[in-house]
Nanobody, 126 residues
Framework: QVQLVESGGGLVQVGGSLRLSCAAS????????MGWFRQAPGKEREFVAG????????DYADSVKGRFTISRDNAKNTVYLQMRSLKPEDTAVYFC???????????????????WGQGTQVTVSS
């Protein structure tokens, strides 16, 4: 059973930065694509960023491209989301997810992912 634990969320002002971390249990973390998603109140969960198993391939939602950076450290079983120039519309619960059927480019559909963390709240105040 894989466990994913997010951390690093919090309250930040517009234009500020945060770095989210997602620590994964299990010895096979380096074999799978990972994704970051977010969900705001009353909205569907949406793709934010994804990264291939090797870390070479990345993908971003248009809304965060140029502001967010996804990375991973397979030696530490951890995936990161560096968020800069935060906006009020970035306010949401952020989730990391693991796709155990994929080592290539991460999919954007939440349904492709097998394991999810509990989420971490990010609030951007204006």
């Amino acid at each position: 059973q894989v466990q994913l634990v997010e951390s690093g969320g919090g309250l930040v002002q517009v234009g500020g930065s945060l770095r989210l971390s997602c620590a994964a249990s299990g010895r096979t973390f380096s074999m799978y694509a990972m994704g970051w998603f977010r969900q705001a109140p009353g909205k569907e969960r949406e793709f934010v960023a994804g990264i291939s198993a090797s870390g070479v391939g990345t993908d971003y939602a248009d809304s965060v491209k140029g502001r967010f950076t996804i990375s991973r450290d397979n030696a530490k079983n951890t995936v990161y989301l560096q968020m800069r120039s935060l906006k009020p519309e970035d306010t949401a619960v952020y989730f990391c997810a693991e796709d155990q059927a994929n080592y290539g480019l991460a999919y954007r559909s939440p349904g492709k992912y097998d394991y999810w963390g509990q989420g971490t709240q990010v609030t951007v105040s204006s």
